[in-house]
Nanobody, 123 residues
Framework: QVQLVESGGGLVQAGGSLRLSCAAS????????MGWFRQAPGKEREFVAA????????RYADSVKGRFTISRDHAKNTVYLEMNSLKPEDTAVYYC????????????????WGQGTQVTVSS
């Protein structure tokens, strides 16, 4: 089992940047595929990005491709989401997730979730 704690959310103007962090504790971090999802008010949770165990493979939602970058640091047991050129439509609660199965874009494929961190982008 793994525990996930997100941080780094906040209020930023459109065009700005934020870096989210997700610290993992518990079972070996390197054994998990990690993902980021987000949920805006009144909308379903949606996939944002995912990274393989070794960090060599990544996947992004079309809406964030070219603006967001997912990475992981095994020494710090942390996965990051670097968000640039933020838009008001990026406003949501961002969740970190982990799975030992496969790299997937569906929330059902992840077994462990953090509590979320709010990102608000003002226009």
């Amino acid at each position: 089992q793994v525990q996930l704690v997100e941080s780094g959310g906040g209020l930023v103007q459109a065009g700005g940047s934020l870096r989210l962090s997700c610290a993992a504790s518990g079972r070996a971090f390197s054994g998990y595929i990690m993902g980021w999802f987000r949920q805006a008010p009144g909308k379903e949770r949606e996939f944002v990005a995912a990274i393989s165990r070794g960090g060599t493979s990544t996947r992004y939602a079309d809406s964030v491709k070219g603006r967001f970058t997912i990475s992981r640091d095994h020494a710090k047991n942390t996965v990051y989401l670097e968000m640039n050129s933020l838009k008001p439509e990026d406003t949501a609660v961002y969740y970190c997730a982990a799975t030992t199965y496969i790299l997937t874009t569906t929330s059902e494929g992840y077994d462990y979730w953090g509590q979320g961190t709010q990102v608000t982008v003002s226009s």
